[in-house]
């Protein structure tokens, strides 16, 4: 008998490409073009090396102060993990378990299936209408008995924003489960989730540093819920490990809070390029969902995504495709500085006029 019948084998779930060439445009896992917010590079300049010896808070108190001040929200509602990707893998642990399916758009973040597999969790991907949208109908637990429901809102990778009010239908036909509402583009776009957790003890809504904070490399993620929900948790996360939190992300990221001019303005920038790009897209005979995030999930009317893909690579400049069934022909677009965008637009004429 080989240990290998033991082993745990999974599909892992692949990211965006990471070139080390700095002079590749890169456009392929919506990170922001802009720094963090100047706070942190300050406190970044006052960090001690010699703290690095001590383990950090395991509570992360300080960052969860900043959150609390921020949002609103009583501490003790508050899970902070090692970006949302980590966040959410404890709450798949936490709530989720092998007696009932949990449910998920067949199009949307690829990481929630491979969680699924890891923990041996049941699931049913439910697909999306014609027009990339969720039927709420499909997730009501009267029409598909489930162990719990998670939704991207925006979803990603298409773009597309569902108002509160629709969240909070699934949540109603689903009080005996718990529903995950997955907001790591809200800041582009709509109203938040968070309001839910007030009114129902079954939400969790979970965000991230990466996207509008600017702070992928820190690795910081956070959840909002009811004191009993959050209490699991830390109560999983505990017995996971004590310090999931580095020193420099509890800082950084409490930092980075407290600069709120800075994260409003960074976020109105972003929006602003990215309505100018769907109007050029739209110029070049591209279609797209109406996104609500930092990217443009867009296909060409005519032109195979995997040539266009192909095409603006060799031009250094790198984008999101995916070779799966619906998508295949459609590129997710993270939005850069203008610069970036305008020398996109410009690859995107030639591309589609040599290629048409």
Partial sequence: MSYEEYVRKVVPYVPGEQPKDRSIIKLNTNECPYPPAPGVKEILSKTRYEDMRLYPDPEAQDLLDELSDFYKMPSDRIFVGVG???????????????????????????????????????????????????????YYSENRPNGGVIIANPNAPVGLYEPVSRIEEIVKHNRDSVV?????????????????????????????????????????????GSKKLIKYMKDVKFSFNSYTMNRPSIELGAAALRDTDYFKDTCKKIIRTREMVKEKLSELDFVFPDSMTNFVFAKHKSIPGEAIFNALKERHIYVRHWNKDRISDYLRITIGTDEEMDKLIDALSEITKNLV
């Fill in 180 to 224: 995950i509402i997955d907001e790591a583009y809200i800041d582009f776009g709509g109203e938040s989730a968070i309001s839910l957790t007030d009114k129902y003890d079954n939400v969790l809504v979970v965000q991230t540093f990466s996207k509008s904070r600017a702070m992928a490399g820190m690795r910081i993620g956070f959840a909002f």
């Fill in 84 to 138: 949302s990707d980590d966040v959410l893998a404890m709450a798949y642990l936490t709530f989720f378990n092998s007696d009932k399916p949990i449910l998920f758009p067949d199009i949307t973040y690829s990481f929630y299936d491979v969680w699924a597999e890891l923990y041996r969790i049941p699931y049913e991907q439910i697909p999306l209408d014609d027009d990339f949208r969720i039927r709420i109908e499909d």
